[in-house]
Every structure is written in structure tokens, then in C-alpha cells.
């Protein structure tokens, strides 16, 4: 049984630049959230997507966007990179029976140079 | 809205001494709580979680942690620590009609021989 899987592992971006992320759900898994853990700091909540809408957001800019496919994957976009972007970006998925229980995938490490 | 304070961002215990990690948490409802471990360079794994069923969860690893409403706390305990329990562990919060995890600062477990 697959976990959630989440690809590159790693990227150097330069400022101003625009990438994007991609996540796989765990198997059964209908709901992915996206969490951004800066160095030394604790997971901060991006936004998660279900049935392919945005269901609940935080508090960053609209810089960050996302979409979710019909296979339940998902994409994290963030355009015109700053440097206070450089952090691991976790996704983590869920069934919508059971929300509230998260598994987080191995995340991707962004630098923004 | 839900927040979660960690008490104490290092601790270091000897092999087979207690580990106690402390925990409250900020919320007007009751709500679901969680302890995730991160190794180096890895994700997010799920210690446990509280979702109401039973104040005393036992979860992987040998850890266990006691919700206690009228402190308002969910501190994970292990009775003897191992070396391989050095990592970070964060507490997060969710509510039931929030999606999001909204997590602690985190706390960093050092283990000595």
C-alpha cells in the first residue's frame, strides 16, 4: 500500500521564479492538504482541496495556488518566489469520512535563491 | 480557532529514562489532537491522536498521551526511551468543523547513552 508520495525531493529556484509541486494521496485517500514548514518551525497549513475545489485556505497570498485532479493528486504553484519561500513543503492526505486524520507525505525542500 | 503551545522546544533524556513531552491546547469546542513525530529530513509520521473516544491514547512506538480537559493538555509520555526516539515531535489541533491541523512549535528529543 502506497503512502502519499510527493515529487521533486528537492529544488533550487531563484527569486522571482514560479514552480510547482505535485503530491500523490495515499491509496483510498480523497483529500490533500498542503503545509509549509519553514526551518525550525512548526507545519503551517497552506490550503487543502477536495473533490476538486479549494476547501478551506490560510493565511498566505494568493502567490500560492493549487489544483486537484479527477485521480485525487494535487499540485502546489507558487509564482514570483521570494526568498521567505525557501522551506519543506508537506502534503498530506485524508478520506473525507475521516478528516481529521492526516498522513503526511516526505515533502519537498525548496531554496529560493 | 484552535492553536496548540508546546512547553519546552529541546529536551534531552538518558536511554530507558521517562520522556515527557508537554502539550495544551486553545479551543472553544472539544477537538481532535495529535502527536506527529519528523526524523531528519523526513515528513510528518502520526504518534497518536485524541478524537474523544478515550482520554488515555495509546499510540506507536510505546508512546501514550492523556487528555486532560480541565488542564487543558495532551502531553505524550514514553516510560523508557531508545535511542531511536531522538527526533522532533509536534502537537496539532483540529476542530470538527476545521480542516486544517494547526500545530505547536515542536520539540526536539535528544537521547543519551
Known amino acids: 500500500d502506497a503512502g502519499v508520495t510527493q515529487s521533486p525531493t528537492h529544488l533550487i529556484k531563484t527569486r522571482g521564479q514560479q514552480v ?9 485517500h480523497d ?3 498542503w503545509y509549509q514548514q519553514a526551518l525550525g518551525q512548526g507545519p503551517q497549513f497552506i490550503f487543502q482541496y477536495y473533490e476538486e475545489e479549494e476547501r478551506q ?16 493528486s494535487s499540485e ?13 513543503y508537506l502534503c498530506a492526505s485524508s478520506f473525507e469520512g475521516y478528516q481529521e486524520t492526516q498522513y503526511f507525505g516526505p515533502g519537498t525542500r525548496l531554496l529560493v535563491l | 480557532a484552535q492553536s496548540v503551545t ?22 472553544s469546542v472539544p477537538p481532535y489532537l495529535f502527536w506527529y513525530v519528523q526524523y531528519p529530513n523526513q515528513g510528518l509520521q502520526l504518534l497518536l491522536k485524541y478524537t474523544s473516544a478515550a482520554t488515555l491514547v495509546k499510540g ?4 501514550e498521551a492523556e487528555f486532560k480537559k480541565s488542564e487543558t493538555s495532551f502531553h505524550l509520555t514514553k516510560p ?19 480542516y486544517k491541523l494547526s500545530f505547536g512549535a515542536g520539540t526536539t528529543v535528544t537521547v543519551r547513552a
Do not use: W
Not at chain 1, 502546489?76 to 519543506?88: I, M, Q
Not at chain 2, 521517562?18 to 495544551?24: D, I
Not at chain 2, 523508557?80 to 476545521?98: L, Q, R
Open chain 2, 60 to 63: 506507536i512506538n510505546g508512546f
Open chain 1, 20 to 28: 510547482t509541486l505535485r503530491c500523490s494521496p495515499k491509496s483510498g
Open chain 2, 6 to 27: 508546546q512547553l519546552g522546544s529541546h529536551v534531552s533524556v538518558s536511554e530507558g529514562a521517562l520522556v515527557l513531552l508537554r502539550c495544551n491546547y486553545s479551543s
Open chain 2, 80 to 98: 523508557s526511551a531508545h535511542m531511536s526516539d531522538a527526533a522532533e515531535y509536534f502537537c496539532a489541533v483540529s476542530g470538527v468543523d476545521d
Open chain 1, 31 to 33: 483529500t490533500v492538504s
Open chain 1, 76 to 88: 502546489l504553484n507558487v509564482n514570483a518566489l521570494l526568498l521567505g519561500d525557501s522551506a519543506l
Open chain 1, 57 to 72: 485556505r490560510g493565511n498566505f497570498p494568493d502567490r500560492f495556488s493549487g489544483h486537484q485532479f479527477p485521480n485525487y
